[in-house]
């Protein structure tokens, strides 16, 4: 089964930390997304990437960026963190974009801003 | 834009009843995939069923089965035989099945927590 990895299952940080959220699939898949999730919002992409060195944003990329430096790792990066940023982050792949293909999902990073 | 929107926040099922989650969304395309995805409490999402919208038969997974109804655009979850272990948020998902369509998103509704009482 492909694994998808979040490095930090719970992280408390201060506002205007710099802050990295790490993500390491296992199967060689092209496609990698970072998701945010809040109650009665549902998913919402931040970022995604198809290849390596490839990123576009999302529906709500602002405060955040990206790096894929390797095919198997997706780094979400909150360069100053804001309280508005508190969420749980949900790191996804994907072989590629063809047909039906299914997400893999990660177990989630909760993040807690003060 | 697509949405997709579940507009029941909480249900909830007495174990070994039938239970119907609802969604519905939004798209001019004729090409695309719906998907139900479950997120058990503390655990990761994993893929319940998914339907190809040119297939007009409805998907089924052992106890969950969807009613695909194209026309409406409506995509409901049923789940037979409810178990403890169905106990999880449940997230209806659109994707475009256009190739141009860059990397084919999902778009997420806002989610159902369903309980299952003993």
Partial sequence: ?114 | AQTVTQSQPEMSVQEAETVTLSCTYDTSESDYYLFWYKQPPSRQMILVIRQEAYKQQNATENRFSVNFQKAAKSFSLKISDSQLGDAAMYFCAYRSGLDSSNTGKLIFGQGTTLQVKP
């Fill in chain 1, 1 to 114: 089964d492909v694994k998808v990895t979040q490095s930090s299952r719970y992280l408390v940080k201060r506002t205007g930390e710099k802050v990295f959220l790490e993500c390491v699939q296992d199967m060689d898949h092209e496609n990698m997304f970072w998701y945010r999730q809040d109650p009665g919002l549902g998913l919402r992409l931040i970022y995604f990437s198809y290849d390596v060195k490839m990123k576009e944003k999302g529906d709500i990329p602002e405060g955040y960026s990206v790096s894929r430096e390797k095919k198997e790792r997706f780094s979400l990066i909150l360069e100053s963190a804001s309280t508005n940023q508190t969420s749980m982050y949900l790191c996804a792949s994907r072989p590629d974009s063809s047909g039906a293909n299914v997400l893999t999902f990660g177990a989630g990073s909760r993040l807690t801003v003060l």
